[in-house]
């Protein structure tokens, strides 16, 4: 089964005031360190998902999304169409740099036991990533309106979800607020 890797990094990280991708952790992007995540976490191919801030990265595939600005429905959508071959995605936003490479293991090793759609729960949560199997993503991609992304087709389809507990192995807090990068570096 073949696994691609998706990063939705097109806002534009107001509240942070400067682009959230760019952020260096430890010499590192968080747009760098989601792509490893993913590709250590064994997706083939990464797309990244572009709109508020160019980028580029090294191992991945960049992908514009010109209505960046009407949310992170319209990225999704732009996403998963320009996955050109995949039976599944990770889907994974910039901004969550406590989430590694064993999350990711733990969903794709769900889905080689049958699920379709995982999520990574923390503590009983349900946060990011999502692992989506392509039957899925026509209808995924038709609710994905405004700031929505997938979590409208989550809701409508229950019986489909499989949670994975990752509280053990990541820690799913994004980094949106001055105060956000002042708590991961330690400051």
Known sequence: MSMAGLVLAAGESR???????LLEIGGETLLARTVRTLREGG???VLVVTGGTPL????AL???????VTGMGSSLRVGLAAIPRADAVVIMVVDTPG?????VRRLRRAHRDGATVVVA???????NPVLLGRRHWAEVAELAVGDVGARAFLAAHPELVRTVECG???DPADVDTPEDVARLLGG
């Open 15 to 21: 509240r942070l005031g400067r682009p959230k991708a």
């Open 43 to 45: 997706c083939s191919d």
């Open 56 to 59: 580029t990265v090294p191992g």
């Open 62 to 68: 960049i992908v514009d999304n010109p209505d960046w």
């Open 99 to 103: 989430v590694g490479p064993d999350v």
């Open 121 to 127: 729960t923390y503590d009983g949560q349900p946060r």
């Open 168 to 170: 053990d192995i990541g």
